[in-house]
Every structure is written in C-alpha cells, then in structure tokens.
C-alpha cells in the first residue's frame, strides 16, 4: 500500500549532525502529511516534527531550534536535518505517514522501520 523507508541514522559525538531521510512510495493513496517520530528505552514513542502536505511545520520544543524538517513533493520524500545534537536525543527515530487511499477516502497511519540514532558525550 504504502512504504515508507528510512535511512541515515548512526553513533555521532555530541554537537555533531546528521540527516534523515524517508521515502513514501505507494499507487492508491495520496500523502496528507510526512513527519518524525522518537522512542528512547523505556519511554513512549513522541512527536519530533511533521510537515503537512500544505507546508505545515510542528516541531517539539527540545528540538526545534536545532532540527529543520523539509521535504521534496515530487520524490514524496521528507528530510530532518539535525544540528547540535545531545546526549538525550539518542533514540529510534520513526518515519511516519498519513495518507489518504483514494477510492474509500479513508485516512491511514503508515511507519517506517526506524533508524537508530546514538549520541555520545
């Protein structure tokens, strides 16, 4: 139906970056909004930031003064860019997808796998 796959995670020293990326391919659905999600060990999963398909951005307070989301319309792709990274940022950082199938008009909720993200101090 609609995958979504991400990459770019990995083990960075504090203050360091990286960039995520998440790819959503799929034929029945169109895409409402593209976003990113964080689960450290032992705590629940928490909105990191979403971009809507209208150019919408939401951003949690720890993050959005160092992490910029964005996005490419036309490779359905969304991006977090990740400046200053801490110690605390270190989690399993999930795609997530909304989209719409077209013939039910019916909302859906997709994930991707998770790409780990480690930060050492």
């Known amino acids: 139906q609609v995958q979504v796959v991400e990459s770019g995670g990995g083990l960075v020293q504090a203050g360091g970056s990286l960039r995520l990326s998440c790819a959503a391919s799929g034929t029945d659905f169109r895409i409402n909004s593209m976003g990113w999600f964080r689960q450290a060990p032992g705590n629940q999963r928490y909105l990191v930031a979403t971009?809507?398909?209208?150019?919408?951005?939401n951003y949690a307070d720890s993050v959005k003064d160092r992490f910029i989301i964005s996005r490419d319309n036309a490779k359905n792709t969304v991006y977090l860019q990740m400046n200053n990274l801490k110690p605390e940022d270190t989690a399993v950082y999930y795609c997530?997808?909304?989209?719409?199938?077209?013939?039910?008009?019916?909302?859906?909720?997709?994930w991707g796998q998770g790409t780990q993200v480690t930060v050492s101090s």
């Open positions: 971009l809507t398909s209208g150019g919408s951005i």
């Open positions: 997530n997808v909304l989209a719409t199938r077209v013939l039910t008009v019916r909302e859906f909720r997709f």
